[in-house]
């Protein structure tokens, strides 16, 4: 609670105005006897009812008398308090003993007065307002300096410088040397396992031979005319095309009787074609050549038809397929395992061919010819790898070619790329060709650019960002952004970032 006191001299304006601009919502208030105030019975109402327009609560205080035990108590609505019907009694302008209580006034934000200025005469004001103005000046100047940033983006066309050299990666070598040509060589392992499922393509035909039965007729004479012709025996057709058959059985045939023309010895043998499909199927009459014998004096025919023969083409797994599916396979694991060997060592550059592969397992769920629409491949594997350090590499490239680049530029080699192939391969070493592609960017001194832009108005940074050698463009950003309204740079150098990019 705030308490308010009030002189002998006191006026009921005094009160109100006090009221008002007090903050806390309830009041003590305490006048001192024989004040003006106290004369006029309907001020304490007039107190009463101003507080309770501004919602707050007032406590009057003093030596009142019956006065003040009447004014203590609470105002009623339906009490006379000296308002007339139909007139604001309170807007009106009082005398100066009575004045009419402020209209209810809503809450807001004042600025801090500075009264004590106005209070202030000569020199003592001037100096506090040239002190101020001051504070304001450093204050805006301290901000300029320390507030603003700005980054300088020069652009340069995308030009490159590629090289290969001859090294040697030895396991022997501790670090790179760049006049021996020589960096360190590293032996890694990996094991992967996985399965591939792949189409067969290859195509066969497949069948049944035809089968019958023959006559060997012999008519061979005198004591070695008798003629055995043992099981697997080839018979050919003696005319027409050329079809071929063996014997099922072994077939012994007598010598024939001189001047024996029908009727000569003979032998019945069943017979199945050497090839299968309906070509095989042939009808009664045909006449054979036996074996090597003179098919005039021995010879065969059927008297029955041939049958039984059939042919169709179906889908095979082939030697290619196989093939194909391992190469698919292996390919697919040595990416898991250079993927996986970078990972673990993150600085490595394996040179093309530096794969070694070792085949643990190799399962096929069909064989070569095998009827089959699709199989399956099973490959475990363990990778031996040759690999180099990419940044030993890069440095050692960026050394030997350095004295080759164009004046006026630099390599930037985060942004250069090396790669490796390997030409000769022996237990402890290899021969490698080292290629490089080496970004060249502005051999600019960032430094002394700063210097020179800082603090600089817009225009003149300008052209000294285009005097320079081999930038092709600039952009500058200004943040916060409302800082390019004063059309300068930072006058602090350390508050400029220098950024080189290549024009797309």
Known sequence: MKRLEFSENSKLSDVLNSIADLEEKEIEIFIAPGTDILTVPTNIEIINHHAENLGKKVSIKGDFGKKHEEAERPASREVNLGFIEGKDVAGEKLTSKQEAPEEKQKPKFNLPKLAFI???K???RLAIILGLLAVLVVA???SFWFFPRAEVILYTESQYKEAELTLVASAD????????GIIPLKTLENKQEDVIESDATGTKTVGEPAKGRVTIVNRTTGPSGAKTFFKGTVMTTATGTSISFTLDNTATISAAPVGCTDNCPSAGVDVTATGIGESGNLPAGNVFKVGSANIDYVFAKNDTNFTGGSSKKVTVV???????????LLKKLENKADK???????????????FETKILDETYSKKVDEEASDFRLNLQVNFIVKAISEKDLK????????DSIPN????NADNSVVDSEIIESGESELEIIGKIKASLIPDVDEDVIKKKIAGKGFGETDEYLKSLSNISGFEIKISPSFFHILGLMPPSSSRINIKIMKED
């Open 118 to 120: 106005a209070q202030l």
């Open 173 to 180: 070598a501790d670090k790179a040397d760049a006049e021996k």
């Open 122 to 124: 000569g020199r003592k």
């Open 318 to 328: 082939s030697a290619d397929d196989q093939k194909k599916a391992k190469e698919d």
């Open 340 to 354: 996986e060997l970078n990972k673990e060592n993150p600085d490595i550059i394996i040179p093309e061919g530096g």
């Open 408 to 411: 006026g530029f630099e390599i």
């Open 140 to 142: 805006g100047l301290l």
């Open 395 to 402: 440095k050692l490239l960026i050394k030997q070619i350095s």
